[in-house]
């Protein structure tokens, strides 16, 4: 793979910044990606940690297992319990970085409900139905019922694994519960799932794939509805439930003239205060004053995603410039003022790009900690107005001296897509409820649905290359695509979430978006959407009378997943007895038995299948084949 090819990635502004890159001899993603060597070939690099099959837990190591020659680790491990052992600790790191965004979100709504903070409650009905569908009393005010939820969840959270989660046994479909708690995969609560998934990954403790892959699914299903559906359904509560609207994306949403604010991460808390703030005229005023056209805070990474689903743009929300891998284009544009870092999607090398590009890169989260230590700003709830006041006046003071030893980009692209689905937006839009959808299910204009939960990556083919190449074969064959994560940002950017796409879909989908005026790809939001995902297959196979999720003609694709949050998001997937896509390979093709498990076996344990494609054409024909062979069972 060539860098200065188009491979670099899918979108031209991207390519148009990377040059400026070159020019200033700045270390970025795409060089260090060719500079770890065999670019053109990463199997290449070390065929042992491709394949899952090495292990340096302990001082006997670094080990290799090689399957073919039963050749084990020093502590007896075979090369199937070094893979998986290897993935139930991604998903360990997975399922924390989650909780700790849910954790977070409880914080905030207990901070508001005690009215210590700048937040309302914005949807009363919201809280009310969430609520009652955990078997919370909704007696009284909004903010003892948001009190109550608090209390209900935070002691859900702490069950031990031998107590089952409440949360899940209230949320989950009724077919579900009864296959997990056959196999043994309901969970208790996520800290004890999570302490006792951890300790069993420790030398000489639990050396069975088997036992490490039933773990990794079981503490999938509780992160999913404790910390996915929780984190987000509290934030739907605070903010407001995601509908449709338009939205600027693509870098050109950065113009250097103007004051900008850039909140990236996961964590939405600080950006909602922000733009909040922001829209006063005494804030537009201060930026004014030192020059600037007015004052801007621009949305990133899936802490935007979270705000653009929201939030409506104007000339102060302007716009969304794309996902993680983009993050240093964005820097290097010129025009960034402060850069706040939540939790989540900030490179360890922001700090060289402050230098260089003259702007204040500030971590607004305890876990996100920069080489050297920089300037601090933690998120607090009670104080959240006072420290999104403090951030936009460090942009304020920043402007100038930016503005006099950064030279700006001019010229680099916009475009608009439509962003805000969820669940109760897609009913609306369907006038109230899911038989449109569901009649166009049966009768065969739409085939079926598929949920893009996806990262972005330079393996393979480079920055959301085969997302764009996945999505468009899946909606040219009439399957409608749900857009989760960073993925539904490269897709945003590609125009595929602008009606405009619906020319690129089959003629069923085509005339379908026509109908409803909606693009072929809905920008569904971030990786923590899968749990509201979940929750919108629940309602879809209620309104089909009780149909069995795995029976649903609909999928996941992962077409470029890239990190420990990925892992378990598809390993819920198989829990929940879905076809399950993803590219790139897993480092689990060293353990046979393993990969016969999760691509043989598992339809007979979860009803899920684990299908790996690395081309985009027959990754789409495998998804429309499990969606036709679904269709037909149903007789429809």
Same mark, same amino acid.
């Given at each position: 793979?060539?860098?200065?090819?188009?491979?670099?990635?899918?979108?031209?502004?991207?390519?148009?910044?990377?040059?400026?890159?070159?020019a200033d001899g700045m270390s970025n993603v795409w060089d260090r990606y060719e500079a770890q060597g065999l670019g053109n070939d990463p199997d290449r690099r070390c065929a042992f940690c491709r394949a899952g099959a090495r292990c340096d837990?302990?001082?006997?190591?670094?080990?290799?297992?090689?399957?073919?020659?039963?050749?084990?680790?020093?502590?007896?491990?075979?090369?199937?319990?070094?893979?998986?052992?290897?993935?139930?600790?991604?998903?360990?790191?997975?399922?924390?970085? $989650?909780?700790? %965004? @849910?954790?977070? &979100?409880? /914080?905030?709504?207990? !901070?508001? +409900?005690?009215?210590?903070?700048?937040?309302?409650?914005?949807?009363?009905?919201?809280?009310?139905?969430?609520?009652?569908?955990?078997?919370?009393?909704?007696?009284?005010?909004?903010?003892?019922?948001?009190?109550?939820?608090?209390?209900?969840?935070?002691?859900?959270?702490?069950?031990?694994?031998?107590?089952?989660?409440?949360?899940?046994?209230?949320?989950?479909?009724?077919?579900?519960?009864?296959?997990?708690?056959?196999?043994?995969?309901?969970?208790?609560?996520?800290?004890?799932?999570?302490?006792?998934?951890?300790?069993?990954?420790?030398?000489?403790?639990?050396?069975? $794939?088997?036992? %490490? @892959?039933?773990? &990794?699914? /079981?503490?999938?299903? !509780?992160? +999913?509805?404790?910390?996915?559906?929780?984190?987000?359904?509290?934030?739907?509560?605070?903010?407001?439930?995601?509908?449709?609207?338009?939205?600027?994306?693509?870098?050109?949403?950065?113009?250097?003239?103007?004051?900008?604010?850039?909140?990236?991460?996961?964590?939405?808390?600080?950006?909602?205060?922000?733009?909040?703030?922001?829209?006063?005229?005494?804030?537009?005023?201060?930026?004014?004053?030192?020059?600037?056209?007015?004052?801007?805070?621009?949305?990133?990474?899936?802490?935007?995603?979270?705000?653009?689903?929201?939030?409506?743009?104007?000339?102060?929300?302007?716009? $969304?410039?794309?996902?993680?891998?983009?993050?240093?284009?964005?820097?290097?544009?010129? +025009?960034?003022?402060?850069?706040?870092?939540?939790?989540?999607?900030?490179?360890?090398?922001?700090?060289?790009?402050?230098?260089?590009?003259?702007?204040?890169?500030?971590?607004?989260?305890?876990?996100?900690?920069?080489?050297?230590?920089?300037?601090?700003?933690?998120?607090?709830?009670?104080?959240?107005?006072?420290?999104?006041?403090?951030?936009?006046?460090?942009?304020?003071?920043?402007?100038?001296?930016?503005?006099?030893?950064?030279?700006?980009?001019?010229?680099?692209?916009?475009?608009?897509?439509?962003?805000?689905?969820?669940?109760?937006?897609?009913?609306?839009?369907?006038?109230?409820?899911?038989?449109?959808?569901?009649?166009?299910?049966?009768?065969?204009?739409?085939?079926?649905?598929?949920?893009?939960?996806?990262?972005?990556?330079?393996?393979?083919?480079?920055?959301?290359?085969?997302?764009?190449?996945?999505?468009?074969?899946?909606?040219?064959?009439?399957?409608?695509?749900?857009?989760?994560?960073?993925?539904?940002?490269?897709?945003?950017?590609?125009?595929?979430?602008?009606?405009?796409?619906?020319?690129?879909?089959?003629?069923?989908?085509?005339?379908?978006?026509?109908?409803?005026?909606?693009?072929?790809?809905?920008?569904?939001?971030?990786?923590?959407?899968?749990?509201?995902?979940a929750d919108l297959l629940l309602a879809v196979s209620k309104a089909l009378g009780g149909v069995p999720l795995p029976d649903l003609p609909v999928a996941v694709a992962a077409p470029e997943y890239m990190e420990q949050k990925a892992t378990?998001?598809?390993?819920?997937?198989?829990?929940?007895?879905?076809?399950?896509?993803?590219?790139?390979?897993?480092?689990?093709?060293?353990?046979?038995?393993?990969?016969?498990?999760?691509?043989?076996?598992?339809?007979?344990?979860?009803?899920?299948?684990?299908?790996?494609?690395?081309?985009?054409?027959?990754?789409?024909?495998?998804?429309?084949?499990?969606?036709?062979?679904?269709?037909?069972?149903?007789?429809?």
């Open positions: 793979m060539t860098m200065e090819s188009d491979r670099i990635s899918y979108h031209d502004s991207v390519r148009t910044v990377y040059q400026r890159l070159k837990f302990c001082s006997n190591g670094p080990c290799r297992a090689d399957a073919s020659r039963n050749w084990r680790g020093v502590c007896g491990i075979n090369a199937d319990g070094m893979a998986m052992r290897m993935m139930l600790l991604r998903n360990v790191m997975g399922a924390s970085n $989650y909780h700790f %965004h @849910a954790a977070q &979100a409880v /914080r905030t709504l207990r !901070a508001t +409900a005690e009215g210590k903070t700048p937040f309302t409650i914005a949807d009363s009905g919201k809280l009310r139905t969430f609520a009652e569908r955990l078997g919370i009393d909704t007696s009284g005010s909004d903010a003892e019922v948001a009190l109550r939820l608090c209390d209900f969840v935070e002691e859900d959270f702490h069950r031990f694994t031998y107590e089952p989660s409440l949360i899940v046994e209230r949320l989950a479909p009724e077919e579900r519960k009864e296959v997990w708690k056959r196999l043994g995969l309901f969970p208790g609560g996520i800290y004890g799932e999570t302490i006792v998934d951890t300790a069993s990954t420790l030398t000489n403790v639990d050396g069975w $794939y088997a036992s %490490h @892959a039933m773990r &990794a699914m /079981r503490l999938g299903v !509780a992160m +999913a509805y404790q910390s996915q559906i929780v984190l987000e359904y509290i934030q739907d509560i605070l903010y407001g439930v995601p509908r449709p609207h338009p939205m600027r994306v693509d870098l050109g949403v950065l113009d250097p003239d103007y004051v900008n604010i850039l909140p990236n991460g996961h964590e939405p808390f600080l950006g909602f205060a922000l733009i909040d703030l922001a829209r006063t005229d005494e804030w537009q005023e201060k930026a004014r004053a030192v020059g600037a056209k007015g004052l801007r805070i621009i949305a990133n990474i899936e802490t935007g995603q979270e705000l653009i689903q929201r939030r409506e743009m104007d000339n102060v929300f302007y716009g $969304y410039t794309g996902n993680w891998i983009m993050q240093e284009a964005v820097l290097a544009t010129g +025009a960034v003022d402060v850069f706040a870092a939540d939790m989540n999607c900030s490179l360890p090398l922001d700090p060289l790009y402050a230098e260089k590009y003259h702007f204040k890169l500030i971590p607004v989260s305890e876990v996100v900690v920069f080489e050297g230590g920089t300037e601090r700003l933690e998120y607090v709830p009670e104080k959240a107005k006072e420290q999104a006041a403090a951030l936009l006046q460090m942009g304020i003071e920043n402007f100038r001296e930016r503005r006099e030893k950064v030279r700006p980009i001019p010229g680099l692209p916009v475009r608009e897509a439509v962003v805000g689905f969820s669940t109760e937006s897609i009913v609306e839009a369907l006038g109230g409820s899911l038989d449109p959808l569901l009649s166009a299910i049966k009768d065969g204009t739409i085939r079926g649905v598929v949920g893009l939960v996806s990262c972005t990556t330079l393996r393979d083919y480079g920055q959301d290359v085969h997302t764009v190449a996945v999505a468009e074969n899946l909606i040219a064959r009439d399957i409608l695509v749900l857009g989760m994560g960073c993925g539904v940002a490269g897709l945003q950017v590609a125009g595929l979430c602008s009606p405009e796409a619906k020319e690129k879909a089959g003629p069923g989908l085509k005339r379908l978006c026509s109908a409803l005026g909606v693009p072929p790809v809905l920008g569904f939001g971030t990786c923590t959407d899968t749990g509201r995902c378990i998001d598809a390993l819920f997937a198989l829990a929940l007895g879905l076809y399950t896509y993803v590219n790139p390979v897993p480092t689990v093709t060293g353990g046979p038995d393993l990969v016969k498990l999760l691509t043989q076996d598992l339809p007979g344990i979860t009803g899920g299948v684990l299908h790996v494609e690395t081309d985009a054409v027959e990754a789409a024909e495998g998804i429309l084949a499990h969606i036709e062979a679904k269709r037909e069972k149903l007789g429809i």
